[in-house]
């Protein structure tokens, strides 16, 4: 069971919106920025937001993040067929004294 | 820019320790902004940090509660590297092992940087 619970799948058409939820708790995401990182198959996770919603240099301003409460959000427009891939939120958790992982969302383009 | 090159067996027996390095270059292992982390992927446990180690002034580690019994994570300042022990591995250990790098341009805990994975099987 992971400490942040993500949907395990979405799905969407290309050129369309999809969005990703990550749900924690007071001491996780509640405190603390939350990150999110983009898998591709066969590849190591790759940073596409960080500080809740400030992007990398080279990531497309197509993905954004926010986070309101004990809540965080990865939102996708314009998606396409290469934007199929596992996504993950992260936090601190200032309880656990660790880095805790969202369980990971699939998503799939239509 | 830091980049991290990963060494180490892929397979170890149960019972046994587990031991990876992680090499860095085009940075420092005494960076006073960046954290050196450990973390793993299996199907079961999806992602899980194991821990880091960081320099500020002195050397300091956090470990994740689930393997802070079994685990090292030291810094070998002579080959700018760091590196993982986990002991009395069981093939719940199975799993890619990234060690990961937080440079401190993004914070402390996102992680920018990762090595390109260690696929470790416990198996006798």
């Known amino acids: 069971q992971s400490v942040l619970t993500q949907p395990p799948s979405v799905s969407a058409a290309p050129g369309q919106k999809v969005t990703i939820s990550c749900s924690g708790s007071?001491?996780?995401?509640?405190?603390?920025?939350v990150s999110w990182y983009q898998q591709l198959p066969g590849t190591a996770p790759k940073l596409l937001i960080y500080?809740?919603?400030k992007r990398p240099s080279g990531i497309p301003d197509r993905f954004s993040g926010s986070k309101s409460g004990k809540s965080a959000t990865l939102g996708i427009t314009g998606l396409q067929t290469g934007d199929e891939a596992d996504y993950y939120c992260?936090?601190?958790?200032?309880?656990?004294?660790?880095?805790?992982f969202g369980g990971g969302t699939k998503l799939t383009v239509l | 820019q830091v980049q991290l090159q990963q060494s180490g067996p892929g397979l170890v027996k149960p019972s046994q320790t587990l031991s990876l390095t992680c090499a860095i270059s085009?940075?420092?292992?005494?960076?006073?902004?960046?954290?050196w982390n450990w973390i793993r992927q299996s199907p079961s446990r999806g992602l899980e940090w194991l821990g880091r180690?960081?320099?500020?002034?002195?050397?300091?580690?956090n470990f994740a509660v689930s393997v802070r019994s079994r685990i090292t994570i030291s810094p070998d300042t002579s080959k700018n590297q760091f590196s993982l022990q986990l002991n009395s591995v069981t093939p719940e250990d199975t799993a890619v092992y990234y060690c990961?790098?937080?440079?401190?341009?993004?914070?402390?805990?996102?992680?920018?940087?990762w090595g390109q994975g260690t696929m470790v099987t416990v198996s006798s």
């Open positions: 007071s001491s996780n995401i509640g405190k603390n920025y």
């Open positions: 500080d809740n919603n």
């Open positions: 992260e936090t601190w958790d200032s309880t656990l004294n660790a880095v805790v």
């Open positions: 085009g940075g420092s292992v005494y960076s006073n902004s960046a954290t």
């Open positions: 180690t960081h320099y500020r002034s002195k050397w300091y580690n």
């Open positions: 990961a790098a937080a440079s401190g341009a993004y914070g402390d805990v996102a992680f920018d940087i």
